[in-house]
């Protein structure tokens, strides 16, 4: 149909089995995963020789930021294959500049602190649109008091992926990975900060990107 109507498709996202909740990893059967990807690798390939499609068409998984435990098998596919994948970095990458700010400390991380205030206190309507896509126990989510009393190094650690890490919160992370309107909603507020913490925000997205994602989705 997109070759048809002469639609120059860059990238497909197929829905595949499993949770692909945002900013946590993969939850699902990954045979099957591993089974239904390479079938769309395939379909795509197909689709690109047989409809003329843009020979540039690749496979996106959506949501894939943080899905670690499926990289290996994509990496193990695309290899086989000879095949590439878009790659698309805008949600992990945001909850990374709140991970920066928070590490900043002052002020930067008084906003760090203000976004989940916000956040908790909008929490529904925040996840209304993600409900597909999100798992919330609003009963494993910090009160804003809590939160308050936090270091920089404490809110870091409950937003950061790491599996297993003792401070790690997946409910924290996914209600932060839903808030970036309320950054948008501070204006200024936010954007000084980022810009005032700029080293330590941009050391905080390139470790995110390349260490835990580039480095695992391409075996380096």
Request: charge should be negative; charged fraction near 25%; hydrophobic fraction near 40%.
């Amino acid at each position: 149909m997109l070759a048809d109507k002469g639609v120059p498709a860059q990238t497909i996202a197929p829905k595949f089995t499993g949770r692909f909740n945002k900013g946590v990893d993969y939850r699902g059967d990954l045979q099957q995963f591993a089974k239904e990807f390479e079938e769309d690798v395939l379909v795509i390939d197909y689709a690109v020789k047989e409809f003329g499609l843009p020979a540039e068409l690749k496979l996106s998984v959506h949501s894939g930021s943080d899905k670690f435990s499926i990289y290996p098998i994509m990496y193990d596919i695309l290899k086989k294959h000879d095949k590439g994948m878009h790659i698309k970095t805008a949600g992990t990458t945001w909850l990374e500049e709140v991970i920066g700010l928070a590490l900043a400390g002052g002020d930067a991380l008084e906003v760090a602190k203000k976004i989940y205030a916000n956040s908790y206190n909008r929490r529904e309507a925040l996840c209304a649109p993600y409900a597909d896509v999100i798992d919330i126990d609003p009963g494993q989510l910090p009160t804003v008091e809590e939160v308050n009393s936090w270091s920089g190094d404490k809110y870091a650690n409950a937003l950061r992926h790491i599996p297993g890490h003792p401070d790690y919160n997946s409910n924290f992370r996914q209600l932060i990975h839903v808030a970036y309107a309320v950054a948008a909603e501070l204006g200024d507020e936010y954007y000084t900060q980022l810009e005032k913490n700029e080293e330590i925000v941009g050391n905080c997205v390139e470790e995110n990107i390349y260490e835990r994602h580039l480095k695992r989705l391409f075996n380096l």
